[in-house]
T-cell receptor, first 110, second 113 residues
């Protein structure tokens, strides 16, 4: 069964800092990998989706990379802002399921 | 364009009671999903419907049933609620099952006493 791990569980950074969130997975046979944002008490918002054939995707200040062979993905956030404070979840798409990590709770301090 | 909507937002049940969680999407998506989110466990797939007229079990289907009423609506039913089903339930949809982004509803917070 696919296991998805996100480390660290929580991260605090000062405003303006660049940061990297990590996601690792145990089975490299994936269709794609998604990064989501979840605000407290809310649903998930999709940030980026990387297909298995791709190496990275960019959207604004966000850049996600995928290394299938090593079972790793990173989400890079440039010039962090207080509004980026949320929990960030990664999810890998296997044959039948989308498997989620438990997330990294990010706090950006003004 | 409301995206994915879920009702109710909150619900408290007593053990043994039944209820149905409703989900609807207005994006003309083929696939729909029900997840539960528990602290420290991440989201886990309960059931999914790859297309109208089909439903399949996910990772944690026991104690639940689903109905894909039409292309827009996908409901989740708890026949006899148990305290272990206390959770936040999310519905999601996507254009197709394999490659597309999933869009999530706001969630239903369910407490079973």
């Amino acid at each position: 069964k696919q296991e998805v791990t996100q480390i660290p569980a929580a991260l605090s950074v000062p405003e303006g800092e660049n940061l990297v969130l990590n996601c690792s997975f145990t089975d490299s046979a994936i269709y794609n990998l998604q990064w989501f944002r979840q605000d407290p008490g809310k649903g998930l918002t999709s940030l980026l989706l990387i297909q298995s054939s791709q190496r990275e995707q960019t959207s604004g200040r966000l850049n996600a990379s995928l290394d299938k062979s090593s079972g790793r993905s990173t989400l890079y956030i440039a010039a962090s802002q207080p509004g980026d404070s949320a929990t960030y979840l990664c999810a890998v798409r296997g044959a039948n399921n989308l498997f989620f990590g438990t997330g990294t709770r990010l706090t950006v301090i003004p | 364009n409301a995206g994915v909507t879920q009702t109710p937002k909150f619900q408290v049940l007593k053990t043994g009671q039944s209820m149905t969680l409703q989900c609807a999407q207005d994006m003309n998506h083929n696939s729909m999903y029900w997840y539960r989110q528990d602290p420290g466990m991440g989201l886990r797939l309960i059931y999914y419907s790859a297309s109208e007229g089909t439903t399949d079990k996910g990772e944690v289907p026991n104690g639940y049933n689903v109905s894909r009423l039409n292309k827009r609506e996908f409901s989740l039913r708890l026949e006899s609620a148990a305290p272990s089903q206390t959770s936040v339930y999310f519905c999601a949809s996507s254009r197709d099952r394999a490659t597309d982004t999933q869009y999530f509803g706001p969630g239903t917070r369910l407490t079973v006493l």
